[in-house]
Nanobody
């Protein structure tokens, strides 16, 4: 069983920054891709970013490319999402998830409970 716990969400003004963290339990973290997703109010969940097992490869949604950075620390079983130049449209509940398969088409089987990010204009 894998448990994922996100933290770091909050309220920030447009143009500001936040760093989300996701700590994973279990021994499979370093053998798994990890991804971040978000669900804006009233909308479906959408992909944000993913990172390969070693951290050498990353993949981003066009909407966040150049503003968000995904990284991981396998020694700490933690994946991060550094968010900069935040916009009101980034407001959402952010989830981390464990993935497998090819990075760009990964299947995600374990999900965290989510952390709220609110960007005020």
């Amino acid at each position: 069983q894998v448990q994922l716990v996100e933290s770091g969400g909050g309220l920030v003004q447009a143009g500001g920054s936040l760093r989300l963290s996701c700590v994973a339990s279990g021994r499979t973290f370093s053998s798994s891709h990890m991804g971040w997703f978000r669900q804006p109010p009233g909308k479906e969940r959408e992909f944000v970013a993913a990172i390969s097992r070693s951290g050498s490869t990353t993949y981003y949604a066009d909407s966040v490319k150049g503003r968000f950075t995904i990284s991981r620390d396998n020694a700490k079983n933690t994946v991060y999402l550094q968010m900069s130049s935040l916009k009101p449209e980034d407001t959402a509940v952010y989830y981390c998830a464990r993935g497998y398969g090819i990075l760009t088409t990964a299947t995600y089987d374990y999900w965290g409970q989510g952390t709220q990010v609110t960007v005020s204009s």
